[in-house]
Each structure stands twice: as C-alpha cells, then as structure tokens.
Nanobody
C-alpha cells in the first residue's frame, strides 16, 4: 500500500539549514496538495506549509515564512521543505500529509537543532 515517507532530518547547529523530502511510495498517486507539519514533544502538531502538487501554488505559515520554503521537485518526485536559520525551537518530528491530514501519519523525520 502506498504511503508518504519523510526523510532528510538530522542534527544541525543553530543557524544551519536542512532540506526535508516527502516521497509518495508504493505506487501512490500524489494528492492534490501536500503539507508539512511538525510536532515537538508535549506540543500539538503544527502546520508549516502546503503546496499543490500540480500547479505549485504554495503557502507557508507566518510563523516560519521568513526561514522555510516548500517546493515540488519533479525530477526527484518529492515535495521538499527547505529550512534555513534553524533555531533550537525548530526541534521536532516533521511530517508530510495532505493539508487536512487525511492520510495516515507516517513516522516523520526528526530534526534536532542543537550545539
């Protein structure tokens, strides 16, 4: 059964950058839109950004719009979240899903900003 799989997380120092990728695996067709979310321990899941997978129309939450960007990489067939100027408070598990979170949530990819 196809599912969305997140990758690209890791440990990064404050001020650093990471690019996370979301792939549709197992023959899964891309939904109309894909969003990125994050959840830190003890906190609710937070919406970060969304992009339509056909036309590329994108929106990034005000809380991160100066540092994060979302894009569709057609060559790699992924939806990417580019993160820059990372801060310790960006530490969380990052997930992709439809904008409404209608698909089963995957394992996510952990981003730790420390050092």
């Amino acid at each position: 059964q196809g599912r969305l799989v997140e990758s690209g997380g890791g440990l990064v120092q404050p001020g650093g950058s990471l690019t996370l990728s979301c792939a549709a695996t197992g023959g899964m067709s891309w939904p109309y839109s894909i969003g990125w979310f994050r959840q830190a321990p003890g906190k609710e899941r937070e919406f970060l950004a969304v992009i339509t997978t056909t036309g590329g129309s994108a929106y990034v939450s005000d809380s991160v719009k100066d540092r994060f960007a979302i894009s569709r990489d057609r060559a790699r067939n992924t939806v990417d979240l580019q993160m820059s100027d990372l801060k310790p408070e960006d530490t969380a598990n990052y997930y992709c899903n439809t904008e409404s979170g209608s698909l089963p949530w995957g394992q996510g990819t952990q981003v730790t900003v420390s050092g």
